[in-house]
C-alpha cells in the first residue's frame, strides 16, 4: 500500500471510530421520560371592560351526569346534543367567579364551593392569589343565589374568607335558603342545600357582614343587580358597566352551553322554578344577542367569557372571548 493509500485510509478509519463515539457520547441513556406533572395550571384569566379589569378565577370542575339532570327533554335528545360538541355524560363542568376591579373597589361575583360540593372544587383561593390578590383586599362579595358552588367558598377552614368584605345577595334567597322552617320542610335530598346556604352566609350575618338587597338595584358604581328570578327564589345577575361597555355576569342562567344554547326550553332538576327560569334564559340570550355585549356564566367552559349570536329560529351560539394578554 502506498504512503498516500495508507493515509487514506487511516483518516478513513479515524473518521469512521470518532463519529461512532461521538455518537456513543450523545446517545441517551435509556431510562424512563419526566414524570407527568397532572396539575393544572394557575385558573385565571384577566381582560379589561372599559376601565374594570375583570379576572375570572375557577373553582374547579365536577362531573355532572347531565343527562339524567336536565329536564324538559330527554336523554336521547341530550345525548345527539352533547355528541354535536364531542361529548358524553358525565360532563365535566366548570364552576367559575369573577373578581372585578374597579380602581375603587375590589368585587367578587360569587365564591366557588370550597369543601361542599365534592374534591375536585375548592380552588377559588389559591387562584385568587395567583392572579395577585388577597381574599383580605376584597371590599365586596356580591352572590348570585345561594347554590353550595356559589356560596361555599365564603369560608375558609372554619374562618370567613374574605373578612374585610359585606356579602350582597337578594332578600328573597336569604329568607328562602337561610330559613330552618323552610329546611325542616325540604326533601331529606335537599336539605344539605340549606345546610351550605347557612353555614356559608350565617356568620357574615353574625358578623353584620351581610346585606341583602331587594331585586334590581344598583350596588356600587358601575354595578347592578338585576332580578332573574327562577332557579331560585332570588337568582340574580349582575351588570358591570365602564366607558360604554358592558359585561353581564349570569350565574346559574344556563347549565349545560352544549345542549342549552341550541334548545333554550331544555331545564334543570336544581330549578326552583323551571319553568320561570327558562323564560330568563330566553329573555337573556335575546338581549345578548342583540345587543353584543359581553356575557360571563359560571358553568360555561373557563373562563366562560364570550359573546352570544343567533343560531337558526330558536337557537343561539356562544363564541368564546378570543385569547389576550392585557398589557
Known amino acids: 500500500m502506498t504512503s498516500t493509500r495508507w493515509l487514506r485510509a487511516t483518516l478513513s478509519a479515524s473518521l469512521t471510530a470518532t463519529a461512532l463515539a461521538g455518537a456513543v457520547l450523545f446517545t441517551p441513556l435509556a431510562q424512563a421520560g419526566a414524570p407527568m406533572v397532572k396539575t393544572p395550571a394557575p385558573g385565571f384569566y384577566r381582560m379589561m371592560v372599559g376601565d374594570f379589569e375583570v379576572t375570572a378565577l375557577s373553582d374547579g370542575t365536577v362531573a355532572l351526569p347531565v343527562d339524567k339532570l336536565l329536564t324538559n327533554t330527554t336523554p336521547r335528545k341530550v345525548g345527539a346534543a352533547l355528541g354535536k360538541s364531542f361529548l358524553k355524560p358525565p360532563v365535566e363542568t366548570s364552576v367559575n367567579a369573577y373578581l372585578v376591579n374597579t380602581g375603587d373597589k375590589l368585587v367578587l361575583v360569587d365564591t366557588g364551593a370550597s369543601g361542599l360540593f365534592g374534591p375536585t372544587l375548592g380552588n377559588l383561593l389559591a387562584n385568587l392569589k395567583a392572579a395577585g390578590y388577597q381574599p383580605e383586599q376584597v371590599d365586596a362579595v356580591v352572590i348570585t343565589h345561594m347554590h353550595a ?113 341550541e334548545e333554550p326550553s331544555v331545564t334543570i332538576t336544581f330549578d326552583s322554578d323551571s319553568k320561570a327560569a327558562a323564560v330568563q334564559r330566553k329573555k337573556a340570550y335575546a338581549d345578548a344577542a342583540k345587543n353584543g355585549y359581553w356575557v360571563a356564566a359560571t358553568h360555561l367552559s373557563f373562563p366562560g367569557i364570550g359573546h352570544i349570536r343567533r343560531d337558526g329560529a330558536r337557537g343561539y351560539r356562544f363564541v368564546p372571548a378570543n385569547y389576550s394578554i392585557v398589557r
Open 149 to 261: 358552588d356559589h356560596v361555599g367558598g365564603l369560608m375558609s377552614g372554619g374562618q370567613m374568607a374574605f373578612p374585610n368584605a359585606t356579602v350582597h345577595a337578594d332578600q328573597r334567597d336569604a329568607d328562602f335558603w337561610l330559613s330552618t322552617a323552610n329546611m325542616e320542610k325540604a326533601p331529606a335530598e335537599s336539605k344539605g342545600f340549606f345546610q351550605g346556604a347557612m353555614a356559608s352566609l350565617n356568620p357574615y350575618v353574625a358578623a353584620g357582614r351581610f346585606k341583602p338587597f331587594n331585586g334590581n338595584t344598583d350596588l356600587l358604581p358601575g354595578i347592578k343587580a338585576q332580578a332573574a328570578h327562577g332557579h331560585t327564589p332570588g337568582h340574580s345577575t349582575f351588570v358591570i358597566e365602564s366607558k360604554g361597555q358592558k359585561m353581564m355576569m349570569w350565574g346559574d342562567l344556563m347549565h349545560v352551553a352544549a345542549v342549552q344554547f
